[in-house]
C-alpha cells in the first residue's frame, strides 16, 4: 500500500516544486512619483535593482503630456543610466531619460530635452521610495516584457515544461466556432506548433511576433490591452495573476496542441 502511493507522492512534490519556482520568481516593480499635482515620473527596475525605463506625465492647463522609455538602458561611466528613444505620439522628437541614484532609495531622472511636449519640465526630478508622494508597486507592462522573452525562449528550446508553467491551469481555445477549455498539460507538446497560430485579423503569426519584437509595448500593434489584466495580439492571450502574467487563451484548437509532433 504504502509503495503504491510513492509515484503520487512524487507527482505532488514535483507540481509543489515547480509552484513554489514560478511564485518565488521575482516581478519587476515601478516607483511612481507626484512631485506636483501637475507632474508625475516612474521608473521601473528589476529585483536586482537594474533599471528598465522611465516616464514622465505633466499637465499645463489644458495641455497634457506623458513619455515613456523605449527599449534598454545603457550603464554611463558615472554609474547613471541613459535610455534614449523616437517618441512617434510626440512627432519622432528624440528623447533621453538620464537616471542616476541617490543613496540606497533615491533616484534622480532628467529628461532631455528638459520638457515634454510643450510644456516644461525640472531639469531633475527626485523620486525616493521613502517618499510621501511616491508609491512602488508591481510594474506590469516591464513584468510582459519579461514574460514574452521567456515565451520565446520556452519555444526556442522546446521547453514544454516551462510552457506548461507560463499557462493557467486551464486554457481557453477558439477552434472554427466557440470557445472550448482544455488543462494546461495540452501545452507541454506544442513547441513547433505555437509560432504558426495566427492573429484573428492581420494573419501574422506568433513565431513571427516572438522574433520581430523584442520589447513589447501593451498599447501598441500588434499587441493590445484588453482590460487592465489582460492582453492580446490577436494569436493568443495572457492574463495577469499574482506570479505574473500568464498564457490564457490561443487561437486555435486544443487538437493541434494534442497532435503536434517535435520538432
Given amino acids: 500500500m504504502a509503495r503504491s502511493l510513492l509515484p503520487l507522492i512524487a507527482s505532488l512534490l514535483a507540481v509543489f516544486n515547480t509552484q513554489a519556482q514560478v511564485t518565488k520568481d521575482p516581478l519587476p516593480t515601478q516607483l511612481?512619483?507626484?512631485p506636483s499635482d501637475n507632474l508625475?515620473?516612474?521608473?521601473?527596475?528589476?529585483?536586482?535593482?537594474?533599471?528598465?525605463?522611465?516616464?514622465?506625465?505633466?499637465?499645463?492647463?489644458?495641455?497634457?503630456?506623458?513619455?515613456?522609455?523605449?527599449?534598454?538602458?545603457?550603464v554611463q561611466p558615472d554609474g547613471s543610466v541613459r535610455f534614449a528613444w523616437t517618441d512617434e505620439v510626440e512627432g519622432n522628437k528624440r528623447y533621453q531619460a538620464i537616471v542616476k541614484r541617490v543613496g540606497n532609495e533615491g533616484y534622480t531622472l532628467a529628461l532631455q530635452p528638459a520638457g515634454c511636449g510643450t510644456i516644461a519640465l525640472p531639469a531633475a526630478i527626485a523620486l525616493s521610495t521613502q517618499g510621501r508622494a511616491c508609491k512602488a508597486g508591481v510594474d506590469r507592462d516591464a513584468a510582459f516584457v519579461l514574460f514574452w522573452r521567456q515565451l520565446r525562449e520556452a519555444i526556442?528550446?522546446?521547453?514544454?515544461?516551462l510552457l506548461q508553467r507560463l499557462s493557467l491551469p486551464q486554457l481557453e481555445f477558439s477552434p472554427d466556432s466557440g470557445t472550448v477549455k482544455a488543462p494546461a498539460s495540452v501545452i507541454r507538446n506544442a513547441a513547433t506548433c505555437i509560432p504558426g497560430i495566427v492573429t484573428t485579423e492581420s494573419?501574422?503569426?506568433?513565431?513571427?511576433?516572438?522574433?520581430?519584437?523584442?520589447?513589447?509595448?501593451?498599447?501598441?500593434?500588434p499587441l493590445s490591452r484588453v482590460a487592465d489584466n489582460r492582453v492580446s495580439t490577436g494569436a493568443f492571450e495572457a492574463r495577469w495573476t499574482?506570479?505574473?502574467?500568464?498564457?490564457?487563451?490561443?487561437?486555435?484548437?486544443?487538437?493541434?496542441f494534442s497532435s503536434c509532433k517535435p520538432g
Avoid at 47 to 68: D, I, K, P, R
Avoid at 203 to 221: H, R, S, W
Fill in 32 to 34: 511612481v512619483c507626484h
Fill in 156 to 161: 526556442a528550446r522546446r521547453d514544454g515544461e
Fill in 203 to 221: 494573419g501574422t503569426d506568433i513565431g513571427k511576433m516572438l522574433k520581430a519584437i523584442d520589447t513589447p509595448q501593451l498599447d501598441k500593434p
Fill in 40 to 74: 508625475t515620473a516612474n521608473i521601473s527596475y528589476e529585483a536586482g535593482g537594474a533599471l528598465l525605463g522611465a516616464g514622465v506625465y505633466a499637465a499645463s492647463g489644458t495641455h497634457e503630456c506623458s513619455v515613456q522609455s523605449q527599449g534598454p538602458g545603457v
Fill in 242 to 256: 499574482a506570479q505574473g502574467w500568464r498564457l490564457s487563451w490561443f487561437n486555435t484548437s486544443p487538437a493541434v
